[in-house]
C-alpha cells in the first residue's frame, strides 16, 4: 500500500513563508503520521519543499511551490490514500483534488468543519454545545449590534489555523478595533465575535470509521496570555476524569449520530467547566495531539489505516485512557533544552520553534516538568490537578 502523506507547509515553505511559526508543528505532524504507517509495512511518502529544507525520510517527493496543487493532481493516480495537513483553506482545495482518495473526512465535511461559522452553527444542529457566536461580514458593523453577546469576547477569523490572529477582548469598547484586525488576517474577511467560555482549555482527537469511532482521547491544551492574544504552547494527555470523559464521550457520539460517514482524524477544541464542555472549534484534520498519541500508543497507524480499511481493529468507542498508562506531553518551545529519558526535540531549520515531547507514568513528573519547560509562561489555569 503507498500513501502520501502532505502536510501543506512543508511542502511549499518559502524563506518568506508567512507560516514560518507553525512549520515545526507541520513537520512534527507528519514525520510522527509517516513513522506510525510505516510500522503497519505501507509505503509512506513525504512532500517537501524544494527551498532548502532537509529532514530525514527515505521517500521524499522534492516540489516547487508553483507546482504543488498540480502535481497532486497527478499524484492522485499513483497513491491508495492521500492524508493531508493544511490551513483551512489550503486543506479546502487539496481534499477537492484527493477526494475519495483522503484519508480523512469527505471533501464535504472538511468544507463545513474548516469554516469556524460553518462549524458552529453544524455543531448547534447536533445538540452539542457551543459558545453564542456571531458572524461578522462587514467592516461597518457597530457594536451594538453585539449587544447579545457578553464580554469578554473571542474574535477569530473563520479561515485561520492555530491561534493565529485570535484576540482576548475584555473591553467592549476595544472591540470593532480586534474585528477590523482579525479581517485583515481572513481569506475570505470575515470573522465570528465569540463569548469567552471561562474553563479548561483542552481537545477531543477521534478517529472515526463509517459509522463508529474507533478511538478517542481528550488532552489538555497548554495556553497562555500572550497580551490580548491567547496562544497554545503544548499539551497533555490522555485527561482521564470520569465526568469529562463521560462528557467527552457524548460529543463524540453526538457528531456520528449527525455525520454517520464520517472517517479519519477529526480533532476538536473543547473548554470546559464544571457547568458544561463547549466545543469551540473543529479541524477535519490531524493536529498537534497527534504527536503525543502515537508517543504513548504504538497502535495508533493501525488505528489510523482502520478508518478507511474498515476489517483491521474490532473495537469500538475505545477512550485512549483505558488502554495506555501514563502521560504523553508535547511543549512548544523557541529555545534549545537538554531532553531527559523518555523525550525527543522534533525540530527542523530553519524555524525558531522546537518541539519536545515525552513520556512518563508518574503524573507528578510530567506536572513537574512541563511547569520547567514553561517556567516563563503563565498558563491560564492549574494543570497539576487535572492528571490525579
Request: with cysteine; aromatic share 10%; net charge neutral.
Amino acid at each position: 500500500m503507498r500513501v502520501l502523506v502532505t502536510e501543506y507547509i512543508l511542502s511549499t515553505f518559502q524563506p518568506s513563508h508567512s507560516y514560518l511559526d507553525l512549520l515545526s508543528e507541520g513537520y512534527a505532524m507528519a514525520i510522527t503520521i509517516a513513522k506510525a504507517l510505516q510500522r503497519e509495512d505501507v509505503e509512506v511518502f513525504l512532500t517537501l519543499s524544494s527551498e532548502g529544507l532537509r529532514i530525514a525520510w527515505d521517500k521524499q517527493i522534492s516540489l516547487n511551490r508553483d507546482e504543488y496543487f498540480s502535481w497532486l493532481k497527478e499524484a492522485k493516480k499513483i497513491f491508495d490514500w492521500i492524508l493531508v495537513i493544511a490551513p483551512p483553506l489550503e486543506l479546502i482545495k487539496i481534499s477537492r483534488i484527493a477526494n475519495e482518495k483522503l484519508l480523512g473526512p469527505s471533501p464535504q465535511l472538511v468544507e463545513i468543519f474548516s469554516n469556524k461559522y460553518l462549524t458552529y452553527v453544524a455543531l448547534k444542529k447536533c445538540g452539542i454545545d457551543v459558545p453564542p457566536t456571531v458572524l461578522i461580514r462587514d467592516k461597518r458593523i457597530n457594536v451594538d449590534d453585539l449587544k447579545e453577546l457578553n464580554p469578554p469576547f473571542i474574535v477569530k477569523p473563520t479561515l485561520m489555523a492555530g491561534s493565529e490572529c485570535v484576540y482576548n477582548v475584555k473591553d467592549r469598547n476595544r472591540l470593532l478595533d480586534y474585528i477590523h484586525k482579525a479581517m485583515e488576517c481572513d481569506p475570505q474577511g470575515e470573522v465570528i465575535v465569540q463569548e469567552y467560555i471561562d474553563g479548561v482549555h483542552g481537545s477531543i482527537s477521534a478517529i472515526y470509521t463509517k459509522d463508529r469511532c474507533l478511538l478517542y482521547s481528550l488532552n489538555l491544551q497548554l495556553i497562555i496570555f500572550d497580551g490580548d492574544r491567547l496562544k497554545f504552547v503544548g499539551g497533555i494527555l490522555p485527561i482521564r476524569s470520569k465526568e469529562e470523559v463521560s462528557k467527552v464521550r457524548t460529543i463524540v457520539e453526538k457528531l456520528l449520530t449527525c455525520y454517520p460517514a464520517l472517517k479519519g482524524y477529526i480533532g476538536l477544541d473543547v473548554v470546559w467547566n464544571e457547568e458544561k464542555m463547549y466545543v469551540v472549534e473543529v479541524n477535519p484534520r490531524p493536529t498537534t495531539s497527534v504527536i503525543g498519541i502515537a508517543k504513548i500508543y504504538p497502535k495508533f497507524g493501525e488505528v489510523l489505516l482502520s478508518s478507511v480499511l474498515y476489517s483491521r481493529v474490532d473495537s469500538v468507542h475505545e477512550f485512549l485512557g483505558d488502554v495506555v498508562e501514563g502521560y504523553a506531553y508535547y511543549v512548544l518551545l523557541n529555545r534549545y533544552v537538554s531532553i531527559h529519558k523518555n523525550e525527543e526535540l522534533i525540530h527542523i531549520e530553519p524555524s525558531p520553534r522546537r518541539i519536545l515531547t515525552g513520556i512518563s507514568h508518574s503524573n507528578t513528573t510530567v506536572s513537574k516538568r512541563v511547569k520547567e519547560l514553561l517556567t516563563s509562561y503563565a498558563i491560564v489555569y492549574d494543570f497539576s490537578r487535572l492528571l490525579q
